[in-house]
């Protein structure tokens, strides 16, 4: 199955509405989707704590799926994101670390 990425940088000044909605954003990531999230995480301002956008890669059978998985996150029905882009992604290596 096809690997997409998702790249999703926040409004200037979003970090309390994104707080706001945090909760929601992770309980729909841990409903049913139309895609299987590979990985998923918060993208970090140079400080490595400041939430400035989020990252996923997923697993999905066409963009369709993709856009439909974007179009329903809570974070985008809050205006959260300023951009996102979505592009197919051929994994080749995974290496997963420990938090």
Known sequence: MPHYAL?????DGALDRRLAHYEAHKAYLGGPLPVRI????PL???D?????GSLFI???P???????FHAA?????????ARVEIT????????????
């Not at 996150?73 to 994101?81: H, L, S, V």
Request: net charge negative.
């Open 62 to 68: 066409d963009r369709a799926a993709v856009d439909a």
């Open 48 to 52: 490595g704590e400041t939430m400035i």
């Open 7 to 11: 790249h999703a940088l926040d409004h």
């Open 58 to 60: 997923v697993e999905a």
């Open 38 to 41: 590979v990985v998923s995480g």
């Open 88 to 99: 197919a992604f051929r994994m080749r290596q995974v290496a997963l670390a420990q938090d």
């Open 73 to 81: 996150d809570p974070f985008k029905a809050a205006g959260i994101w």
């Open 44 to 46: 970090l301002a140079g």
